[in-house]
């Protein structure tokens, strides 16, 4: 592997800025914010390489939790150290958090905003995100016919068996395939990823079991609705695999079904994140503050926020240090061959189903996602700028 790129030197502050503007512009779900970090940080400030990013995915999709979220975590941990890494985490998370608080205490007044103009614009927008993030990847990762198969296999896959399970058996079918199939380039000097030494990998997974069985025996015993809360989350975020929509069934069965908040609040707080950037994830804020007993509101809210997010945390921090010296041996080296070219796959067959079939619904949203793509490829507009203009020409002509 070629070196990750200059990622070191920087300052909590710079990550937290970075990522709070991600965090304020990136619609479109997990895979479109993937396309927005991968533009960000590896072509416009080049804090890391491709190889390296793909690397960071292929990792983060075998772990359970938000998968976008936990890439952003490491950046911001390569950049800055554990500061980094909490920035890049409150900045990404924070702006759709407090909208959906905002909406959960009714202060968002907008009404039923699935079939909003400037919804469709920037989930068109989200179409050329992508697409210009898997033609760019592919450059990179999938140089050769057999690396090409690969990712061919796991996108056909994947667009007959969408699930997470599939997702994830897609990737370690490329891993397996890359072992047995590909031969292995000559690894280049791979710099520390992860700022973090095996043994404080092994504390944070140490803690990440600890409260993984100890939350719900400590429920039982003290019946404490504010520890409740918190394991109902942890839970969440420690056990789902796939992230986004992926959550939205186990948080219905934890809180709808157990009676702690009402189906027709649920379901309204469903169609606001849709409408909210930043992972959604922070979905659990809103149901944190619509609590019908425990704690609720801003308490409530940020007791879920945490819980959920936690886990994520936990799970890439405890992992890294190992996978980054693991990365380094020649076996390993074409099992993450074969691996990045699934990744290859995973955004195709993500490009089609959801983002092509949920974003492009209309001749005036395939316009907008091809003015955007040129506004891309051709004219280098800054992405936020791009996903802006998008939202407004959605709400005037769709």
């Given at each position: 592997m070629t070196g990750t790129g200059t990622a070191r030197g920087g300052s909590v502050a710079e990550v937290f800025w970075v990522f709070l503007r991600l965090g304020l512009t990136s619609f479109g779900g997990p895979v479109a914010h993937l396309a927005y970090f991968r533009e960000a940080f590896v072509e416009r400030r080049r804090w890391l390489t491709d190889e390296a990013y793909a690397d960071l995915v292929a990792l983060c999709q075998f772990l359970p939790g938000p998968g976008s979220s936990q890439v952003g975590m490491v950046i911001g941990l390569r950049r800055a150290g554990p500061g980094g890494l909490l920035a890049a985490w409150v900045a990404f998370t924070?702006?759709?958090?407090?909208?959906?608080?905002?909406?959960?205490?009714?202060?968002a007044a907008?009404?039923?905003?699935?079939?909003?103009?400037?919804?469709?614009?920037?989930?068109?927008?989200?179409?050329?995100?992508?697409?210009?993030?898997?033609?760019?990847?592919?450059?990179?990762?999938?140089?050769?016919?057999?690396?090409?198969?690969?990712?061919?296999?796991g996108a056909a896959v994947l667009l007959v068996v969408a699930s997470p399970v599939a997702q994830v058996g897609v990737i370690v079918?490329?891993?397996?395939?890359?072992?047995?199939w590909l031969r292995a380039d000559q690894p280049g000097t791979v710099r520390d990823l992860a700022r973090v030494s095996h043994r404080g990998g092994i504390v944070a997974l140490v803690v990440f079991t600890v409260l993984l069985v100890a939350l719900p025996i400590l429920v039982a015993l003290t019946n404490d609705p504010t520890l409740r809360l918190a394991d109902i989350f942890y839970r969440t975020g420690a056990l789902v695999f796939g992230g986004g929509h992926v959550v939205l069934p186990l948080l219905e069965a934890q809180t709808v079904q157990a009676g702690l908040v009402d189906a027709d609040t649920f379901l309204a707080g469903y169609g606001a994140a849709q409408a909210v950037p930043g992972p959604l994830f922070t979905f659990s804020a809103y149901l944190g503050a619509s609590m019908e007993s425990g704690p609720s509101g801003v308490l409530g809210a940020s007791i879920a926020l945490v819980a959920v997010f936690l886990p994520a945390g936990l799970l890439v921090v405890g992992v890294l240090p190992f996978w980054d010296r693991l990365r380094q041996a020649p076996t390993a080296r074409r099992v993450v061959m074969g691996v990045n070219a699934a990744v290859v796959g995973i955004l195709a067959a993500a490009l089609y189903d959801p983002v092509i079939t949920q974003g492009i619904i209309s001749w005036g949203t395939l316009a907008v996602a091809v003015a955007v793509f040129a506004s891309q490829w051709w004219g280098r507009v800054p992405i936020w700028l791009a996903v802006v203009a998008a939202g407004?020409?959605?709400?005037?002509l769709l």
């Open positions: 924070l702006p759709s958090a407090i909208l959906l608080v905002a909406f959960a205490y009714g202060v907008f009404g039923d905003v699935a079939d909003a103009g400037w919804l469709h614009g920037v989930k068109a927008a989200a179409v050329a995100v992508v697409a210009q993030a898997v033609i760019q990847m592919a450059r990179t990762l999938t140089p050769d016919l057999k690396r090409i198969v690969i990712a061919a296999v079918l490329g891993g397996l395939i890359g072992w047995l407004v020409l959605g709400q005037l």
